[in-house]
Every structure is written in structure tokens, then in C-alpha cells.
């Protein structure tokens, strides 16, 4: 049996790349579909090209979200990320020394907009979420996973 808070491959948190077209509305289309169908938006963040924008999100329901993407014509990408929960901002250097330390490059970051038990986490894409996620929890750190961040 796995340790609380080590990240398994049967239960990884899963971050959407939803692509739209860079128009008025298309963010507010995007979680309001979410929101009338009872999922909640647990992580976001938004990059914003002249044409498209890429809405990276993470969601406390992913089958539920899968289909509506589907459903509702918005394409999208899935990938694994680290989701690691934080006391504070200060953790943030030991979270990133614990990476360098394993020598894993972090692509991109994000903080999680809504935590169970009010505390902060992260959401980290990085290139090895395996050993990312070994090295964090030998320096103390909780990965979490998709059950933890579920509401």
C-alpha cells in the first residue's frame, strides 16, 4: 500500500490544455459549462497567444470533464501534473530545490485556486512527475492526488 500523499499512477492529477479561440467570452463559456454541470474548477491558468488561448485547468470530476469538453466542442490535451500542498509561499523554494535537486526542470507552475482544509498547493508540469513526486516526499512535502483534490 501506497504512503498517504504519495502520487500512484492509478490516481494522478490530471490537468486539461483546453485550445479556444482567442474571442470575448470563450473563458466564461468554458467554466460556466463546468459549473452547470457540478464541476468545479480546482486550478487554473490562462496563456493567451494573438489567435488562441491555451486554459490550462484542473477539475475535481475529470470524466465528467472529458465529456462535456467533448460534447461541447472544445478540444483539448490531458497530461499528469504534481500537485503538491504548501503551508505557505516560503515553501515554495524548498518545493523547486527538491526538484532541482532530483535535476528535474519545471516547464510551468500554477497555484490551485481552492484547497480542501484551506491550505495552498501547486500544480507543477514537470518532466519527470515520478521522480518529482519521490523527491518531494522525501523532503516532506504531500504530493497529493486526484482523490485529494477532489471536493
Known amino acids: 500500500m501506497d504512503a498517504p500523499g504519495t502520487v500512484t499512477a492509478t490516481d494522478p492529477v490530471i490537468q486539461f490544455s483546453v485550445f479556444a479561440e482567442n474571442r470575448v467570452g470563450r473563458l466564461h463559456?468554458?467554466?460556466?459549462?463546468?459549473?452547470?454541470?457540478?464541476?468545479?474548477?480546482?486550478?487554473?491558468?490562462?496563456l493567451d497567444t494573438t489567435d488562441s488561448a491555451i486554459i490550462r485547468i484542473i477539475v475535481d470530476d475529470v470524466e465528467k470533464a472529458r465529456e462535456l469538453l467533448v460534447n461541447n466542442d472544445f478540444p483539448y490535451t490531458e497530461c499528469e501534473v504534481l500537485a503538491?500542498?504548501?503551508?505557505?509561499?516560503?515553501?515554495?523554494?524548498?518545493?523547486?530545490?527538491?526538484?532541482l535537486e532530483a535535476e528535474i526542470n519545471v516547464h510551468y507552475l500554477y497555484s490551485f485556486i481552492k484547497r480542501p482544509k484551506g491550505k495552498s498547493a501547486l500544480a507543477i508540469n514537470a518532466e519527470d512527475a515520478d521522480i518529482g513526486a519521490q523527491s518531494l516526499n522525501r523532503r516532506g512535502?504531500?504530493?497529493?492526488?486526484?482523490?485529494?483534490i477532489s471536493r
Not at 33 to 38: A, G, P, R, T, V
Not at 85 to 95: A, F, K, P
Open 29 to 46: 463559456d468554458l467554466t460556466a459549462l463546468l459549473k452547470e454541470n457540478l464541476v468545479h474548477v480546482m486550478a487554473m491558468t490562462v
Open 84 to 99: 503538491v500542498e504548501i503551508n505557505d509561499e516560503s515553501e515554495l523554494r524548498g518545493v523547486l530545490a527538491a526538484l
Open 141 to 148: 512535502y504531500r504530493v497529493l492526488t486526484r482523490r485529494d
